[in-house]
């Protein structure tokens, strides 16, 4: 699977500065990516302590589409979106209107659907490390985003294209925010909230490691 910067509409990215005056998503004081990135502890081998599985061959990979539902179409949401009868490509991003039409937006993002398919699936998913929160050494908890900068540079994704992180009570992941990381565990369709963004999975993970 090649990581990439996730593919987003041009009208989208009209919302930016809405997104900055009304999200910031707690994330105004993003760092550069770490150049290491490790969670331990790990058996020698290669096998995550206190698990079953390995990291090669016991998780399938996954895609970021496969996380939304095949008849849930953003764009098409997208194109119902208008103030006063004007349109999401006609107001300009210092417009008020972009302002309530963020809202709109963010609404129909929190109500993003989910695949309850996956519920209990053993996957590998690549993304990019946002802390749940900042100033720690080692994290027990994280988001996994599909593009690199979700925090005030470009609109945060649906809460189907967030995924929460969690690791064993033992286990820690040292890293920066924004490392591009593969993650392996059992994913979980669940709910989770924070000041940070909301995310509509939730992985428990058993091995994290640089990408590629």
Known sequence: ???NVYQQTS???LLVTAVIVSMTLGLTACGEASDESAVGPA???GQNAGTGYRDAGDFSEL???ALIPADWD???LLDGLSVDGVSLDDIPDEDPRAEVIMGRLMALWQQAPVVAALDGKPVKLAGFVVPVEFGLDAMREFLLVPYYGACI???PPPVNQ???VTLAEDEAYRGGVFDAVWVSGILRVERFSSEIADAG???EAVGVTPYP
């Open 1 to 3: 699977m090649k990581l």
């Open 11 to 13: 009208r989208t990215r």
């Open 43 to 45: 058996s020698a081998d």
């Open 63 to 65: 895609d970021w589409d």
């Open 74 to 76: 953003p764009d098409r």
């Open 153 to 155: 540079h470009v609109p």
């Open 162 to 164: 967030i995924v929460h």
């Open 201 to 203: 999975y939730r992985l």
